[in-house]
């Protein structure tokens, strides 16, 4: 049994077959598939699927940094609305990004422990994104530092301090696609860090593994995921997939 603990199926990429993706998903295990949000313009999306699939999805519920734009505090005033009605696993996607355009820093910051806070409140996990931004994540999770904060650090790509750090502070790392990638880095050190701190994940339609690498991802893919993480710690692939399970379940709570 596998989770995809981060994937967009809702997204229109997979209008046309998102049935199909669904069942090649769970001929290779996949049982239970966690849906970040992206922004007010996504939410109907996501619940819909949601709907479609009650049994096998859990939402999450968030505002994407990348979509943090001068209208703001109207976009999060829509998730806090959508987070206070629904019924959500989790907060997220959230986190910084300063890869496309750091207009915005001051926002995304401020967003960003916002909805932090939101979490420590209602005793969610949160799906935190970073991009050219570990600094500016770990100074903030630092702040907000708590019992009551935990989840995972989405797509991981840095380094093996950071990534202890991120342990030290509780949460999960977030293994996609990226450790099958050649020049990936993180499949170098990941042994240094026990398969109990991690959960598996695709971001479908994004950054799938290789040989499908700059194709759309689908969360079938995963499989190649687990077969690299196999690998890197010389395990049986069901005693690894029954850690990755649980460490899954003890993030999202279902």
Known sequence: MIVDTHTHIFVEQFDKDRAEVIERAKAVGIEKFVLPNIDSKSIEQLNQT??????DMLPLMGLHPTSVKENWQEELAIIKQELEKGKYYGIGEIGIDLYWDKTFLKQQQLVF?????????KKLPVSIHIRDAFNEVFEI????????LRG????????????????DLGFHLGIGGVVTFKNGKIDKFLEQIPPQNLV???DAPWLAPTPYRGKRN?????????????????????????????????????
């Open 152 to 167: 995972v650090f989405h797509c991981f790509t840095g380094t093996l301090d950071q990534a202890k750090h991120a342990v």
């Open 50 to 55: 949601v709907a479609e699939y009650p049994d």
């Open 141 to 148: 999770v630092e702040q907000e530092k708590s019992p009551d």
């Open 200 to 202: 598996v994940e695709t």
């Open 218 to 254: 689908e969360p079938a893919y995963i499989d190649l995921v687990v077969n690299k993480l196999a690998d890197i710690y010389q395990m049986k692939r069901e005693e690894l997939e029954c850690i990755l399970y649980h460490n899954s379940m003890d993030v999202f709570d279902f």
């Open 113 to 121: 422990q916002t909805q932090l806070q939101w979490a420590k409140q």
